[in-house]
């Protein structure tokens, strides 16, 4: 391989792209054995994907068996619990109520035999009189407690990863990007801008992708990467509304999923304030991406909230930000499952592809980590 513009060239076993949550997991757990860098286009950790969600941990309900949202959500989910746990990272495993409406019940059938098919914590029936005492402002025909969900603090979940990533010696660069990638099995180099726009080489044995939604177009112009291995990636904008006062639940509320989302639902954070969210606005995929909340939603915000909470004021509904899902397609076909591509897809040993990872991806992320780890030997 010849060297990039012949610059300044160092080397390091593995390098990752992006310290979102995800490359800092990675980070974390492979630097116990490996000298590991990570290089971050942005001047903080965790500017995009990771801190636009709902700082959900997802126990594992809706993914079917055998995907690996399912295996990796019920690992991640016990991993990120005793991690949250052992470090001081602020959780609280507050439960969620999934509503069904009339004519939902089926709907919420399937989900719980789906939870009882892959191994979730059990769902737990509520009857009409336990809901109605413990959430009287609720409006549903059934109820299912899943006491196995929880939230977290999403920032100290970085911040802590980064401590831990550092303390292994594990170098994290910001204000780093990568601009270009040279592929050869076990042998890559990737050409980073520093913020004085100075470029240097970086030659690495290991190289993972943990660039959220930047992933498919740095594997377009990858050379040397197969180009029929890049999915098409499209973005699907979650808009969130917050809820100002006092929220009328310390719990989570999910209506029923639907296509590419979970529904509009109740989320509180740590502060125990409300917000509502995300729905699925598609939009023309942009980078950087379009953030920029759609205030003119609120109307359809209102009516699917009013479904379950029928005594909702819209005046107290404020746009808050959003967030934008990678949608990966292959052949015009949605690929609704994380897509983790190693040796045995692409043919380049030493290469990891983390694509798709949207929710349950924070969830996911320890378990992410262990499974890259395992793939790479
Ligand atoms: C609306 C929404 C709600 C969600 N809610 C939940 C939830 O409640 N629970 C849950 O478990 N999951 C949830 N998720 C999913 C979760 O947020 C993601 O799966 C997770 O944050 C993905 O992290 P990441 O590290 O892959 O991506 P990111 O956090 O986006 O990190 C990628 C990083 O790569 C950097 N980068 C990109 N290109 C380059 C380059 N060329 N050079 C250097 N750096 C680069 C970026 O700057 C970025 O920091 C949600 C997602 C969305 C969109």
Redesign the pocket.
């Known amino acids: 391989m010849r060297p990039i513009s012949g610059i300044h060239m160092e080397t390091v076993d593995t390098a990752i792209?992006?310290?979102?949550?995800?490359?800092?997991a990675l980070a974390r757990t492979l630097s116990a054995d490996r000298s590991v860098v990570v290089?971050?286009?942005?001047n903080r950790?965790?500017?995009?994907?990771?801190?636009?969600?709902?700082?959900?941990?997802?126990a594992g309900l809706y993914y079917p068996p055998g995907s690996l949202k399912s295996r990796l959500?019920l690992a991640?989910s016990k991993a990120l619990y005793r991690y949250c746990e052992a470090t001081g990272v602020p959780y609280r495993q507050c439960g969620k109520l999934l509503v069904a409406q009339k004519g939902q019940e089926a709907q919420l059938q399937q989900l719980h035999d789906n939870a009882e098919a892959v191994g979730a914590p059990a769902l737990k029936r509520l009857s009409r009189t336990q809901w109605q005492q413990q959430e009287p402002w609720l409006n549903a025909s059934e109820v299912l407690l899943s006491p196995g969900s929880g939230i977290f603090d999403?920032h100290s979940l970085l911040s802590q990863l980064q401590q831990d990533a550092h303390l292994n010696g594990a170098l994290i660069t910001l204000c780093?990007?990568?601009?270009r990638i040279e592929c050869e099995p076990n042998d890559y180099r990737l050409l980073?801008a520093d913020s004085n726009k100075q470029h240097f080489t970086l030659r690495c044995r290991q190289l993972i992708l943990?660039?959220?939604?930047?992933?498919t177009s740095?594997l377009e112009s990858a050379a040397g990467f197969p180009t029929d291995q890049v999915p098409e990636q499209r973005q699907?904008?979650?808009n969130?509304f917050a809820l100002s006062g006092r929220s009328p639940t310390r719990r989570l509320v999910y209506p029923m999923p639907e296509a590419h989302g979970l529904g509009v639902h109740l989320?509180v954070d740590m502060a125990n304030q409300a917000r509502f969210?995300?729905d699925v606005e598609w939009i023309t995929p942009t980078l950087p991406p379009d953030y920029l909340i759609n205030a003119e939603r609120k109307s359809t915000f209102v009516d699917a909230v009013q479904q379950y909470w029928p005594d909702l004021n819209p005046d107290r509904l404020q746009p808050s930000y959003?967030?934008?899902?990678?949608k990966l397609y292959l052949q015009n076909k949605p690929l609704t499952d994380f897509l983790i591509q190693d040796v045995g897809s692409h043919g380049l040993s030493g290469m990891i592809n983390?694509l798709g990872?949207?929710?349950?991806?924070?969830?996911?992320?320890l378990a992410i980590a262990e499974e890259v780890k395992g793939r790479l030997g």
């Open positions: 792209i992006g310290a979102g949550a995800i490359g800092l290089l971050e286009q942005e950790v965790g500017q995009h994907l990771s801190s636009r969600n709902s700082e959900v941990i997802h959500c991640g999403s780093h990007q990568v601009t980073v943990a660039a959220g939604l930047y992933n740095l699907a904008r979650g969130y989320t969210g995300p959003a967030g934008i899902r990678p983390l990872i949207e929710s349950p991806g924070l969830t996911a992320a």
